[in-house]
Structure formats: C-alpha cells, structure tokens
C-alpha cells in the first residue's frame, strides 16, 4: 500500500512519550488519528488487555491502519519485574488490538518493536540486519519471558489474516519526553553506570522515531520488519556522559559491572552490546535520521529546552 493519501488511523499508546511523537507525526502527514487507550483524552477509551472491552469500544468504527504502540511502561525498567507487564501486552494485549482492527476494516497494521529482540547478549562488530534470527530462546526464564513478548507481537503482527503487518524495531529511544528521566536522575546522582568496554547499543531520538512509523504507513512492505536507529551506536555509559556534557549536569558515577546486578533489567542491557543496520529503513520507507548520533539529538534537545 503506497499512496499518500490520508488515512483515518487508530494509534494504541498514543498519550505514552513515543505515541505522542507518532501522532504529531502522523498528522503532520495529513493522517486523521484516533488515540485508544485508557486515559481520558483518547478518541477510544479501551485497555487493550480487555478484549471484550477493546471490542466494544471499537464496535462501529472504521480505521485504515492501526498502530500498535502500547507499553506499560511508565519510567525506564531497572528490574526485570518492571517489565511484566509489558511482556504480557506484548502478546494478549497485541491479539486482542490484531481482533479490532479487523472488526474496524483496517488493512494495515504497523507495530511497535525493538532491537533487544534479536537477543540481551554481545553480538560482536557486525551489523545486526532484518535477515538475522529474531527472538531466539532466552539464555534464562527472565530473559526467555521478555525474549518471548516480542517474539509473539511480531508473529502476531506478520500472521494477521486479512492485515498488512509491519514491524519497526527501534533501538533504545532519547529525547523530548523521554531524556527528561535521565536528567532527573543524574540530578540526584541516583544512576550510576559502568564502564563501556567497547559496548556499543543502537539509539533513536523520539522524533525521528515517529517520522518512521509515518513512513512505514505508507511505504513499508507488508509482512516486513525494520531496524530503525540512528548511525552511531553508543555505550549505555557514553549516552549518558553525552547528556550530563549536554546539560551541564555531574557525570554519572563509574560503578563495577556486579555492583548493577540488583537492577536486573538494567544489568542485562549493561552487559549487552548490539550494532544494527537501518539500510533496509533508509532504502524502504524513505527515512533518513534527523539526528544521526545520540550528541546531535542531545543538543537539539537543549536548544529547545533553553528557548
């Protein structure tokens, strides 16, 4: 489906930090957007983890394409607890969104994914790409429970009868609504990080984020997947020098890596190192990243918060 026509679009998550950048995007584009979700404030007011309560807000409605980008999450998970809830959106939550938007006539449905979902370990210095293996088995039940949420949403997304499924897997976000907890606590001293060693993560500035999801509306292929980030991967450790440089903040303490193991969650994507390619989003969807490093975002960011 490649037509730039406007779109009557129903957006899951659309009042969370990277739904409100979907939906500026989407309109900027010309896209009519419905929120759905559970705050007021939302054209349909539904949890998607109630299927007979999503179906009956839905009932009657008619959407081209639906946008899954529902996360539970309400500030960045330490432990892997604080991601329960969203492993399980990420499956009951996205059948339960795939069944409305059939019941709306949509033919297209774009999801929301990520990086971590080729695996939390170290993938060496090449370029993870789109024909590499997806949500292998966990290397233990925790990592297994996260491995399997995003497994399943993209199964979900790409075996959707009827659907045009798309998945976007972006790398770690920053940026405005979501740098903001970083700042918070470098403030206050409260997060430590250690030593890099040659890690490397992918990152993606939010904005540039929703500009992707609006290309892949209406150019990404059907039963497709992308990586979506932005040309320099970074350290956890580097990205958060780059913003207390950024922002005039004390450096995050050095700390050993065991010394993170209570926050679980965070320890794992510590450990981890990732390098992905975007050729395929670039070539595809027409998108290029306004921000091609973390610094460049950062300092876009400040200039903003400084106006």
Same mark, same amino acid.
């Given at each position: *489906?490649?037509?730039?026509?406007?779109?009557?679009?129903?957006?899951?998550?659309?009042?969370?930090?990277?739904?409100?950048?979907?939906?500026?995007?989407?309109?900027?584009?010309?896209?009519?957007?419905?929120?759905?979700?559970? !705050?007021?404030?939302?054209?349909?007011?539904?949890?998607? *983890?109630?299927?007979?309560?999503?179906?009956?807000? %839905?009932?009657?409605?008619?959407?081209?394409?639906?946008?899954?980008?529902?996360?539970?999450?309400?500030?960045?998970?330490?432990?892997?607890?604080?991601?329960?809830?969203?492993?399980?959106?990420?499956?009951?939550?996205?059948?339960?969104? %795939?069944?409305?938007?059939?019941?709306?006539?949509?033919?297209?449905?774009?999801?929301? !994914? *990520?990086?971590?979902?080729?695996?939390?370990?170290?993938?060496?210095?090449?370029?993870?790409?789109?024909?590499?293996?997806?949500?292998?088995?966990?290397?233990?039940?925790?990592?297994?429970?996260?491995?399997?949420?995003?497994?399943?949403?993209?199964?979900?997304?790409?075996?959707?009868?009827?659907?045009?499924?798309?998945?976007?897997?972006?790398?770690?976000?920053?940026?405005?609504?979501?740098?903001?907890?970083?700042?918070?606590?470098?403030?206050?001293?409260?997060?430590?990080?250690?030593?890099?060693?040659?890690?490397?993560?992918?990152? %993606?500035?939010?904005?540039?984020?929703?500009?992707?999801?609006?290309?892949?509306?209406?150019?990404?292929?059907?039963?497709?997947?992308?990586?979506?980030?932005?040309?320099?991967?970074?350290?956890?450790?580097?990205?958060?020098?780059?913003?207390?440089?950024?922002?005039?903040?004390?450096?995050?303490?050095? %700390?050993?890596?065991?010394?993170?193991?209570?926050?679980?969650?965070?320890?794992?994507?510590?450990?981890?190192?990732?390098?992905?390619?975007?050729?395929?989003?670039?070539?595809?969807?027409?998108?290029?990243?306004?921000?091609?490093? !973390?610094?460049?975002?950062?300092?876009?960011?400040?200039?903003?918060?400084?106006?």
């Amino acid at each position: *489906m490649t037509t730039n026509q406007s779109q009557s679009i129903l957006l899951a998550g659309a009042s969370g930090v990277l739904g409100r950048h979907i939906a500026r995007a989407l309109t900027d584009a010309g896209h009519k957007v419905t929120g759905l979700g559970r !705050s007021e404030g939302n054209g349909v007011r539904a949890d998607l *983890m109630d299927r007979d309560a999503l179906l009956r807000a %839905v009932d009657g409605q008619h959407f081209d394409t639906v946008v899954h980008a529902a996360t539970a999450l309400r500030k960045p998970p330490m432990r892997h607890r604080d991601m329960y809830a969203t492993d399980a959106l990420r499956i009951e939550g996205t059948a339960h969104l %795939v069944e409305a938007a059939r019941a709306t006539g949509a033919r297209r449905f774009v999801t929301e !994914s *990520m990086v971590f979902g080729y695996g939390y370990g170290d993938f060496g210095d090449r370029p993870i790409t789109e024909d590499d293996e997806f949500g292998p088995r966990g290397t233990d039940p925790e990592l297994e429970r996260h491995l399997a949420g995003m497994r399943a949403k993209e199964q979900l997304t790409f075996e959707a009868a009827g659907l045009e499924g798309i998945a976007l897997r972006f790398g770690l976000f920053y940026g405005p609504g979501g740098t903001e907890n970083i700042l918070t606590l470098l403030r206050k001293r409260q997060l430590p990080a250690p030593a890099d060693h040659g890690r490397v993560l992918p990152w %993606v500035e939010l904005t540039d984020a929703g500009r992707a999801v609006a290309a892949a509306v209406v150019r990404g292929r059907p039963g497709q997947a992308y990586n979506v980030a932005d040309r320099t991967p970074l350290g956890f450790r580097a990205h958060l020098l780059c913003v207390a440089e950024e922002f005039g903040l004390p450096r995050p303490m050095t %700390v050993p890596l065991w010394l993170t193991r209570p926050m679980s969650y965070a320890h794992t994507m510590f450990s981890a190192s990732l390098r992905v390619s975007a050729e395929k989003a670039e070539r595809e969807l027409g998108w290029t990243p306004a921000y091609p490093s !973390s610094r460049d975002g950062l300092a876009a960011l400040r200039a903003a918060t400084a106006r």
